[in-house]
């Protein structure tokens, strides 16, 4: 009998574990994986945590229905009968079928491309935790459940930094679904065997239910103490979400940049329920307080939505922000966490809180909110949360007492915070002529003065903090190539003095405010192609390069890559790359396979022109790397800014198959300089991470 208690001890730890694993492996690696085809933006992972954290609390709500009114011996019937369902929706490798064929908001179609391909498996991983663990009391009484709990934290937390240090760089995107998809099979053999384990021993017991107490259902706890949990748990929910948006807009939507801080979130859930001395009220009130400094100070310096300090310091800061936001609340959750026959409400009500967190940040703000606040509204709302706990703690010092002008001065404090974001933003709204926001992100047409008074008036389009082109509005200057395509630059240099043609094919990946629709001359074609409906909407409506042009323009909605596979041949003269300038770059355009599907477009003696220009990122090795694999002559170009003609330091890189096509002699010159360090990227292996820029 020992040795099966042993042995059976031993399963359920093992299974416990490894679903922990799956379930934080499973979450980055789908999201990346379906990340090129939605635009490569930073709300495809916020909605795919939006997913799976409403799953999570299906899970919890179907452990606890099948721990309370199925009897115990149909339990690992009803369970075993839904994992063999699951194991016949393997391997969980996305269809392509799934790619939208279109633009618009492709929210929906990603939330059903997840339910489809990993949602029944996740549901039941998800379950895993409360459902095993109540198991284990029934099979083993007298032991206590609590270190399956720990176990199953760090199989969380090990599969979450994993991923990114050791399962994305060692395996190609589709190994990592088929080999996910291996040990979830392991995982459900692991969890029937635990069902049969409790099977007989219900059998032996002729128990009729896994509540070990035998005792009528508990009370449901007062519904105030129910209102807080939920509020504690949604609150760092909503900062988790908010942070990782902010940063990945301002960097790169990266796997790295998703785990870190949803491992911050994990350590402190796992810190605060571990015990209490981890979670101190006074330190972690004044760290809070440092805290909010910092990120009130970074966020200044940006354009309300974004910062311009180093990446490396918005990352330390946001970080910082967002786990000391997750143990004030969780720590305050551990405090409060009731009674044994009460615990399962509890996570019940924990889970739905965290799923409202996300439903916040990935539904409600980018509807609702007409700029990205979502940090800010975290910070006001975690301050909050700290009054609420002072008032509705019977042991707080301020609760005993009562003094008016402690509580005068905190809710002082917490408006003067709330007055401070609100003044922030508006000030980042002045100047403004219409902001639109979307799946894609928060887009600005804001008019400023012209950088020389002469020249008076500018028209530019901001996507984050990011200037997707500008326009004079001087109606002699108005079709002056402005921002990064001034004539000195690489593309102005091409464009006006190659290709002597009577008609030229140009296309362009990024349609900004259209500048480049100004180099076309009579009888060429200009074809954009813009996934973002809103930039389409605002270029023509507030600039007039589109129909200003000389030429044909075309504007074809919809992600590039996805556009051009679907394409005949279009022989292109020239098609250019301007996707990389924005902080958040769509990597899925700058793989082996994108750039075969971009000369399948050139004609041969055509030119591949790429814009690189970025805070960040360092692109030229990608660029260095493509130009190997496939022959190409290459040229780059850096132009300096001119304040006369409203132009900016632009960097460009052009390719061709035909070296004879570079040969413009301010391009020739320059020629392909400072590119000898090459990444060989493609769909199935790729990392950001190795063009970051330091200290930038």
């Not at 929910?237 to 790169?252: F, G, K, P, R, Y």
């Not at 301010?666 to 990227?681: E, F, M, P, V």
């Amino acid at each position: 009998m020992a040795k099966r208690n042993f042995a059976s001890g031993i399963l359920f730890a093992a299974t416990i574990f490894l679903s922990a694993w799956l379930i934080f492996q499973v979450q980055p690696l789908i999201a990346k994986y379906v990340l090129p085809w939605f635009g490569g933006t930073p709300a495809v992972w916020t909605i795919c945590l939006l997913f799976f954290q409403s799953s999570l609390f299906f899970g919890y709500a179907y452990a606890m229905l099948t721990t309370r009114h199925v009897a115990a011996r149909w339990q690992p019937v009803l369970h075993v009968a839904l994992l063999a369902a699951a194991v016949g929706t393997l391997p969980i490798t996305p269809d392509a079928g799934w790619k939208p064929n279109a633009g618009g908001d492709p929210t929906w179609r990603i939330i059903l491309l997840l339910a489809f391909s990993v949602g029944l498996p996740y549901f039941l991983l998800s379950a895993t935790g409360p459902l095993l663990q109540a198991w284990h009391a029934c099979v083993r009484p007298h032991v206590s459940p609590y270190p399956l709990y720990a176990l199953s934290n760090l199989g969380s937390l090990l599969g979450l930094i994993s991923y990114p240090f050791w399962f994305d760089p060692a395996f190609a995107a589709n190994d990592q679904t088929r080999i996910w998809s291996w040990a979830f099979l392991v995982f459900a053999t692991g969890c029937s065997l635990c069902g049969l384990v409790v099977w007989r021993t219900a059998a032996e017991r002729s128990v009729g239910t896994v509540d070990l107490s035998h005792r009528p259902l508990p009370a449901r706890p007062a519904w105030r103490r129910m209102a807080l949990w939920f509020y504690l748990a949604m609150v760092p929910s909503v900062m988790l979400l908010a942070t990782t948006n902010l940063v990945c807009t301002d960097v790169a939507v990266a796997p790295f940049l998703w785990v870190l801080p949803l491992s911050l979130y994990l350590l402190s859930f796992i810190l605060c329920f571990q015990g209490p001395r981890w979670y101190s009220r006074r330190w972690w009130w004044l760290a809070w307080v440092l805290v909010v400094a910092a990120a009130v100070h970074v966020l200044a310096r940006g354009l309300g939505v974004v910062s311009s300090d180093p990446v490396v310091i918005q990352v330390l800061v946001f970080s910082a922000l967002l786990f000391c936001c997750a143990m004030i609340c969780h720590g305050e959750l551990s405090r409060s966490k009731p009674a044994p026959a009460d615990l399962t409400t509890f996570y019940l009500t924990l889970a739905a809180g965290g799923a409202a967190g996300g439903i916040f940040v990935g539904l409600i703000a980018p509807r609702l909110l007409v700029i990205n606040v979502e940090v800010a509204v975290a910070m006001v709302a975690c301050t909050m949360a700290i009054l609420i706990v002072l008032y509705s703690d019977p042991s707080s010092p301020l609760v005993q007492g009562r003094p008016r002008w402690v509580w005068a001065c905190l809710l002082s404090a917490v408006a003067a915070l709330t007055a401070t974001q609100v003044m922030q933003f508006q000030r980042t709204l002045a100047g403004v002529q219409e902001v639109h926001r979307n799946f894609f992100g928060v887009l600005q047409v804001k008019l400023r003065p012209a950088a020389l008074p002469e020249n008076g008036l500018v028209c530019q389009l901001i996507h984050g903090r990011t200037m997707h082109g500008l326009q004079l509005i001087d109606a002699e200057k108005r079709q002056w190539p402005t921002s990064y395509y001034g004539e000195q630059s690489a593309i102005g240099l091409l464009l006006r003095n190659q290709f002597s043609a009577s008609s030229r094919r140009i296309g362009v990946v990024g349609l900004g405010v259209g500048t480049l629709a100004t180099y076309a001359r009579p009888n060429d074609v200009v074809r954009f192609y813009e996934i973002n409906p809103a930039v389409i909407d605002l270029a023509q409506r507030f600039f007039d390069y589109l129909p200003a042009s000389r030429g044909k323009v075309e504007v074809v909605e919809g992600d590039a890559r996805i556009l051009l596979e679907q394409e005949p041949d279009q022989k292109f003269d020239v098609l250019v790359l301007d996707a990389f300038s924005s902080d958040s770059i769509p990597v899925h355009l700058l793989t082996h396979e994108a750039f075969a599907e971009y000369l399948r477009h050139l004609q041969p003696g055509g030119v591949l022109a790429v814009h690189i220009s970025n805070v960040h990122l360092d692109l030229r090795p990608v660029i260095a790397g493509h130009s190997d694999r496939f022959g190409l002559a290459m040229a780059r170009l850096e132009s300096a800014a001119d304040k006369a003609t409203e132009t900016r330091p632009a960097d460009w890189v052009l390719l061709s198959r035909l070296p004879k096509a570079l040969e413009i002699p301010s391009i020739a010159q320059a020629g392909s300089r400072s590119l000898d360090r090459k990444l060989y990227w493609s769909d199935q292996r790729n990392s950001v991470f190795q063009t970051l820029r330091p200290w930038r």
